[in-house]
């Protein structure tokens, strides 16, 4: 495919780009510790010189074996996975940025000729995240990690030395984590979710393990979850990262988490256990994350770090060392038999001299934790109080998740959502953050009582789930020793945090009893470890007098901190951005209530100064002895005018006096209140408000990287249909447009820029021309200009595309859209995105064979009486649509069936919902508007009119007639619709109405078409859809063609 433009590189060329990492602090200092940043990767030239790799951009050299070290400059931030030297002067190193608000990853690639004293980043915004380099020979070389839409595989190849890069083909898999390689040809890779693949004369044949003990592979196609009715299950290894391998001689050694070891001795092909490995209970303990091997001898480290599993015979038999330190460990590296390093969390270092029986700490900021937060789900992660212990306080802070997204059911791309999760929280100022693998949660699954959460994961833990859970948090107890736990509430209404409140408070009691999980002690070097304090949030749900009757600590989020350079809430936006897909307010304020532990605090202090020492639990905090007046009247300033924001009872005159103030804060603190101010208002549905704000933040700050969201918010709102009615029927306050001043200093520089894909634009930074802008479709194309100066991560976003394909339909340029679509097509060889596309060229020339389900909205000449019963004539020989399993086994108990029909005034929806006799639910009478529904079996409709694929209606209806309405996750759109509910002892049905005025102020006519899609959610037992993929929470991506017709059917085409 041609690029265009003029490179030195072949395949993928280098990119001039706006440097972009993930969103940047609110105007906040840099807190940055690099002493305490995980180091991933280790790599010795010989025995004195070498380099270790890591988080917050980290490179560290040493010439005498590791005593001393001292940085070399990289200028990025992103967390770099791995180091590769062919000499002393030529060396590699990758690693990978995450980006905010579900925008996946970017990789890094640094090279240095000179040992070091400079590294050059190539291919910036590129590529997808990346985990390995390795190097074969001079010449030859590869680099490895995220799988994505623009390149599937996520593996490219150079033959000339890295000038240039060729992606390898293959289908689209997981983030492959590992790998090694016979030659420049061949070799094998290890990555997440138990995936591998050989790769054969540049081709990948893709793999998973099966679930055989002691048995073969199974080689599998790829799981086409685009297609697939069930994702492909690989029973006892599901969830369990692949996360390195070697390759030895004539055998390969592979190693993952849950103790995992494999062999092969078949180039790949065929693979088994060890028959002398450790016994089940002590493997149980372990994750592998790395090894290193030298002839027949083998080195595995991983978490916890206080030991290192050795082999002396090529995996013939093994046996365990300690390390004299308990911190995880991600890289390890011999040089020969017999020395070697290892390297871990809070920048820990360790030497071995005699082939790995003893090792010695060479550095370490670090050797516990003085709190430890652990949670079930992102959006329950506090960020804000681990900034307020980490960032501010200079406590060293970790974070557990004890869920992870599942293996079987999840979006391509949430795969590395552990990697993402680690970043948010060292984002926040925290050491790290780590993800059980062990507890996968379906979405469906998250509203469930605990019995049900409980009788999934005993699936996974031969009925031993509960007493699994409470192994894992002792173990993490043991391994980090807080002197403090903050968790989530036993007496929450939420069940899943409930029982992670109970699951903690037995842990804390067991962590401390050295006869709780032995082998822990005995076999792996720790120690029982007695937890002072455990705090547990009081959400507002436990009731407004709660507080009051039981003392609390709080914490004020909107102090402002002269450290952070701001307040607690604004600094953990950055981390916040990492774990939700879009723009979300933190609260105020969090209460905590002390319920177990050794001590009891004082109020309004989780922890003090007795409670961490430096060196140990504490970062050397160095505030200055004065205030700074200017900074704190800075923030003061800000304070003000987001709170400004805050009023709407004159909108008219907030937007007037918004810019006036904005313009009167220094750069850093005025775009970061832009930034919030403009969240906010998307969040409450004010998006008129919201518009002008991104606006005068791209305007004002065209090269911020806080700017790149906004780029994207903008393409969405200006080509969205939906939003387009909404503002047409007045749901949005509106005032005058507001300006911005054009300043010479404010304008970036212009750049050609030269990207990777089809899209050939290049990226003037200039004023926008807000009157072109604001008209809707028509400012897409200048705002996806300025966006593709972030690199082609950015332009090629499919999300972002098919907006942009569908504002240039809207304003009549249908060959135009076509052309992009085909050329997209052709570039994205499979998956929904490529089906997405496939389907919007088929419905401008219809052929035999649909690329997606098609299904048809009749036209009825007489309405329904809406009373659940469908025996209306418009439903009469009306074909069903009949729903399919997209999570879980439910079609044979659970069938589902949806019809359309519609007139000029009104669209109608017929639903109905089989279960097994008795499962009756009660209508509920009367109902309110955006009820909770998590607990009930539902169905979700959307409807997407303009086919962006991006923005859309969302109306849900449960089995007890209840109803909940947003468009694009607003929840102040509150459409008129009509909505009867008929149940009987082994269905529900539902028969319901929306005026079409609501939705679109077109004439329906006949070939209108809508991508839609039906999902049915029954809460722990699975989620049934019309068109693939689906899940609980909408993928557009996913959406199928409706058809409006007015006369007689055309004869149905062939679907998938």
Known sequence: ????????????????????????????????????????????????????VGDEGLILHTLNGGKSWERQQTGVRGSLRSVHFLTPDVGWVVGREELPYGMSS???????????????????NALPGLNQVRFVDAKTGFLFGDGSEQFPFGVFKTTDSGRSWEPIPGPRTTSWLAGDFYDGNSGILAGAWSRLAIIRKDKAVDERVSGVLGGAWSQLAA????????????????????????????????????????????????????????PTDVLANLDFHALASVKDKVWIVGRPGSVVLHSSDGGANWSLNKTGQRLPLHGVFFFDEKHGWAVGDAGTILQSLDGGKSWTTLHQA???????????????????????????????????????PDAQTIAWGRDKAARRYAAAMRAAGALTGETLWHFPMPQHLEGCDKKTILAHWNQLHANRAEEELIRQLVLSLRTWRPTAVITEHPDSKTPLSSLLGEAVQEAV????????????????????????????????????LFRGVI????????????????????????AHALLVDRFMTLPKERAYQQRGGSNQSKLNALLSDSDGKVGESKREVKLDAQTDVKLMRDLQDRRTVIEMAEN??????????????????????????????????????????????????????????????GYRWLIRLNTSSEARRRHELKHFAVAEPIGVAKKGSLIAPKEKIIRTGFIDLTSNIEILEKSGIRDWNKGAHELMKRLSGYGSIYSFDPATQFCLQSAKRQLGEVGASNSSLDKFRKFVPSGPWHDAAKAELWLTEPGPNAPRRLSRARYTEVRPYLDGKLDDPCWQGAKPMVLDNAVGDSTKDHATEAMFAFDQEFLYIALRCTHPAGKQVAPLNPRSR?????????????????????????????????????????????????????????????EAAIPLSELTNGRITQGTAWAFNVVRTMPGRGVQSWSLPADVEPRPEGMSLLLFQTGAARPMVKEP
């Open 930 to 990: 955006d009820a909770d529904m998590e607990p009930y079996d539902r169905v979700s409709i959307l409807f997407d009119l303009d086919r962006d694929y991006s923005t859309y209606y969302h109306l849900e209806v449960d089995q007890r007639g209840c109803v909940r309405d947003r468009c694009s996750g607003d929840k102040s759109w509150n459409p008129r619709w009509f909505v009867a509910v008929h149940s009987t002892d082994t269905n529900w049905q539902i």
């Open 366 to 404: 670090g050797k516990r934790a003085a709190a430890m937060a652990i949670h079930s789900l992102n959006k329950n992660a506090p960020v804000d109080t681990i900034t307020y212990l980490g960032a501010a306080e200079g406590y060293l802070t970790t974070a557990l998740r004890i869920t992870a």
């Open 509 to 544: 009691l067991r962590a401390g009893d050295a006869n709780a999980f032995p082998e822990q002690i005995a076999e792996l070097g720790l120690t029982a470890w007695a937890v002072h304090r455990v705090y547990c949030e009081v959400l507002p749900e436990l009731g407004p």
């Open 106 to 124: 970017a990789g890094i690639v640094l090279f240095t000729d000179d040992g070091g004293l400079t590294w050059k980043r190539q291919l910036p």
């Open 1 to 52: 495919m041609d690029h265009g433009g003029s490179s030195p590189m072949r395949s993928i060329p280098f990119i001039l780009a706006l440097s972009l990492s993930i969103i940047p602090r609110a105007g906040a200092s840099d807190l940055r510790h690099l002493e305490d940043a995980s180091l991933r990767s280790v790599f010795f030239i010989d025995h004195k010189e070498g380099w270790v």
């Open 223 to 278: 799981a086409d979850r685009s297609k697939a009715s069930l994702a492909d299950h690989a029973d006892w290894l599901v969830g369990r990262d692949i996360t390195a391998l070697q390759i030895l001689g004539k055998k390969t050694l592979a190693v993952g988490q849950g103790g995992l070891v494999l062999s092969s001795v078949s180039g790949g092909s065929a693979w088994g256990l060890p028959e002398k490995l450790l």
């Open 551 to 574: 003392p609390c600590s709080v914490l004020d989020n909107d102090q402002p901190n002269q450290r952070l350079q701001g307040t607690a809430r604004e600094y953990a936006v950055a």
């Open 648 to 709: 709407l009872d004159d909108p008219a005159r907030t937007l007037s006096l918004l810019p006036i103030a904005l313009d009167k804060l220094p750069e850093g603190h005025a775009a970061a209140a832009a930034f919030t101010i403009a969240g906010r208002y998307a969040e409450r549905g004010q998006w008129y408000f919201a518009q002008e704000m991104y606006l005068y933040l791209v305007d004002r700050f065209p090269d911020h990287p806080l700017s790149a969201e």
